[in-house]
Nanobody
Framework: DVQLQASGGGLVQAGGSLRLSCAAS????????????IGWFRQAPGKEREWVSC????????YYADSVKGRFTISSDNAKNTVYLQMNSLKPEDMAVYYC?????????????????WGQGTLVTVSS
C-alpha cells in the first residue's frame, strides 16, 4: 500500500522557520522508470485547500505558489524516500494544515485531482 506520512508541524512565531517532512512508503519516489510528483497543499480554517509546492522525480524540478516563492524550499532525500518543505520567514497567513500528496506516473501539477495519494496533514500555527 502506498502511504504518505506528513510530520513537522508545530507552533512558531512569525518570521520563524519549520521543516515539514513527507515520508513515502509503498513506492519509490526516485523511480528511474516512473515519473512521480510529490506536492504540498495547505488548508487554512474556512478556506479551500490550495497548492503550495511540488517536486518532480524526473529531473528534480521544483515549483512554488507565488505566495511562498522565495520563502519555502521543497527538496527530496531519495535515500530516505522523503520529501521536505523548508518554510522560512513564516507569516500568520501561512497558518494551515499542510498535506503532502503523491502523483504517480504523472507530471508536476497544481491540481488536487491529479494526486492519487494523500498524507494525513500536519498543523502549522504561526503566532503574530
Amino acid at each position: 500500500d502506498v502511504q504518505l506520512q506528513a510530520s513537522g508541524g508545530g507552533l512558531v512565531q512569525a518570521g520563524g522557520s519549520l521543516r515539514l517532512s513527507c515520508a513515502a512508503s509503498g513506492f519509490t519516489f526516485d523511480d528511474n522508470v516512473i515519473d512521480n510528483v510529490i506536492g504540498w497543499f495547505r488548508q487554512a480554517p474556512g478556506k479551500e485547500r490550495e497548492w503550495v509546492s511540488c517536486i518532480s522525480s524526473k529531473d528534480g524540478t521544483t515549483y512554488y505558489a507565488d505566495s511562498v516563492k522565495g520563502r519555502f524550499t521543497i527538496s527530496s532525500d531519495n535515500a530516505k524516500n522523503t520529501v521536505y518543505l523548508q518554510m522560512n520567514s513564516l507569516k500568520p497567513e501561512d497558518m494551515a494544515v499542510y498535506y503532502c500528496a503523491a502523483d504517480r506516473y504523472g507530471i508536476a501539477t497544481i491540481f488536487e485531482y491529479e494526486y492519487d495519494y494523500w498524507g494525513q496533514g500536519t498543523l502549522v500555527t504561526v503566532s503574530s
